[in-house]
């Protein structure tokens, strides 16, 4: 399938999904997460319209940035774990972090974010299944992390991410969605003022849009399988 025509496919799914949510397709956001692929696949596909770019390791976002640099618009978010000493790189050269999921994290990345750009977009990592292999902060501890995120001057706290334990069946992979979405209704409740829940990938984005998802981040449904 062509870029153009796996980013139609995945942008019809998004709209199917957001009508039957009684939602606006506009309030949803496509990432497409390049994962391993390379820059020549992404110019296609912002060639054909996408403009926010998701990757998961700090060194090949920035080749691919520096690939694509001639390209206008081009929104950058880190999704992947993040290191203490990767903290700058991402601080300099992206949008958004979707990632955080300890304090010292955030610090870092407000201390290191270039006093002329506007603040880094980011969004609290939760381990909403709560799998010890998994990055991500419990639920129980997000409300913490978004107190001390949100006192920090060059980072902007927009919202809160997951990546759930695969379900078997549509309703079980909306349980763990619907769980991050009422933990960011109790953070806006608390005075937070967020307007993103990045949930849903390939395999389940109805779900996520179907419980609120504003940001779904797709890799294999526009590139294919994983090289």
Same mark, same amino acid.
Not at 1 to 28: C, F, W, Y
Not at 103 to 131: D, F, G, M, T, Y
Not at 193 to 210: F, P, R, Y
């Given at each position: 399938?062509?870029?153009?025509?796996?980013?139609?496919?995945?942008?019809?799914?998004?709209?199917? %999904?957001?009508? /039957? +949510?009684?939602?606006?397709?506009?309030? *949803?956001r496509? &990432?497409?997460v390049? !994962?391993?692929?390379? @820059?020549?696949?992404?110019?296609?596909?912002?060639e054909?319209?996408?403009?926010?770019?998701?990757?998961?390791?700090?060194?090949?976002?920035?080749?691919?940035?520096?690939?694509?640099?001639?390209?206008?618009?081009?929104?950058?978010?880190?999704?992947?774990?993040?290191?203490?000493?990767?903290?700058? %790189?991402?601080? /300099? +050269?992206?949008?958004?972090?979707?990632? *955080?999921?300890? &304090?010292?994290?955030? !610090?870092?990345?407000? @201390?290191?974010?270039?006093?002329?750009?506007?603040?880094?977009?980011?969004?609290?990592?939760?381990?909403?299944?709560?799998?010890?292999?998994?990055?991500?902060?419990?639920?129980?501890?997000?409300?913490?992390?978004a107190?001390?995120?949100?006192?920090?001057?060059?980072?902007?706290?927009?919202?809160?991410?997951?990546?759930? +334990?695969?379900?078997?069946?549509?309703?079980?992979?909306? &349980?763990?969605?619907?769980?991050?979405?009422?933990l960011?209704?109790?953070?806006?409740?608390?005075?937070?003022?967020?307007?993103?829940?990045?949930?849903?990938?390939?395999?389940?984005?109805?779900?996520?849009?179907?419980?609120?998802?504003?940001?779904?981040?797709?890799?294999?449904?526009?590139?294919?399988?994983?090289?």
């Open positions: 399938m062509s870029s153009k025509k796996s980013l139609a496919h995945v942008q019809n799914r998004i709209q199917a %999904a957001a009508r /039957e +949510a009684g939602r606006d397709p506009e309030t *949803v496509l &990432l497409a390049g !994962k391993s692929k390379p @820059a020549e696949q992404l110019r296609r596909l912002a054909a319209g996408q403009k926010d770019f998701g990757e998961n390791y700090v060194q090949e976002a920035l080749d691919k940035m520096s690939a694509l640099a001639d390209l206008e618009d081009l929104i950058w978010h880190f999704i992947g774990p993040l290191q203490s000493n990767k903290t700058r %790189a991402v601080a /300099e +050269a992206f949008h958004w972090v979707h990632s *955080v999921d300890r &304090l010292k994290i955030a !610090k870092r990345l407000s @201390a290191q974010r270039p006093e002329q750009l506007p603040p880094l977009n980011i969004c609290i990592q939760v381990n909403i299944s709560e799998e010890a292999q998994k990055a991500g902060i419990a639920p129980s501890e997000t409300a913490a992390l107190d001390a995120c949100a006192k920090l001057p060059r980072i902007r706290l927009r919202g809160l991410m997951c990546l759930p +334990a695969p379900a078997p069946d549509a309703e079980s992979q909306r &349980l763990a969605f619907r769980q991050l979405r009422r960011q209704e109790a953070l806006i409740r608390q005075g937070h003022t967020l307007d993103t829940l990045s949930m849903g990938m390939s395999a389940d984005l109805e779900a996520a849009i179907l419980e609120g998802s504003t940001l779904v981040r797709i890799g294999s449904a526009l590139f294919g399988p994983r090289d």
